[in-house]
């Protein structure tokens, strides 16, 4: 899980949405995710006391009204209103709206290639091993790649602080 801050920056005035770090969590339930969001957050210094949004994708996990992570980080910090992150939406909105359906099974195709790769480090392991036994120019290309991107982007969760 990729975790990021939005923030309104104390010296220029600007909007940042910066990348904090990446973290692993035992597992997918929403509880054990947030107690993860949690601990990574303080253990990183932010005040999580002063968080005015969230941003997730659609799954249960994330999104849901009871046990989903935007729930239970509600329940600590009620001023942390839940938005659906856009990227995933225009992913969905672009998936479901094409009439054609050769750019449906194209966009789905990417996307499951991806998703084998993303979830799975055995996987990705072998790609890399396959990747060692290129040729020089595909070498020094996939250099600069550590890993397949999903059309999801990555997942990004940013999270609304506010110096208030």
Do not use: W
């Not at 909007?15 to 035992?26: A, K, M, N, S, T």
């Amino acid at each position: 899980m990729s975790i990021c801050l939005r923030f309104i920056d104390p010296v220029s005035k600007d909007v940042r949405d910066d990348f904090l770090c990446f973290v692993e969590p035992e597992n997918t339930k929403g509880e054990t995710i947030a107690r993860c969001l949690f601990g990574t957050l303080e253990k990183e210094g932010v005040v999580i006391d002063r968080m005015r949004g969230q941003g997730y994708d659609g799954t249960a996990n994330m999104s849901g009204k009871f046990r989903g992570v935007q729930a239970i980080v509600r329940e600590r910090v009620s001023t942390a209103t839940y938005v659906h992150c856009k990227a995933h939406q225009l992913n969905m909105a672009l998936i479901h709206s094409s009439k054609e359906p050769c750019v449906r099974n194209m966009m789905a195709t990417v996307q499951d290639i991806s998703f084998a790769f993303d979830y799975s480090a055995k996987r990705l392991n072998a790609f890399a091993t396959e990747l060692s036994n290129c040729d020089e120019n595909v070498k020094e290309t996939m250099e600069k790649r550590s890993k397949l991107t999903t059309l999801l982007n990555y997942v990004y969760a940013p999270l609304f602080l506010s110096n208030e």
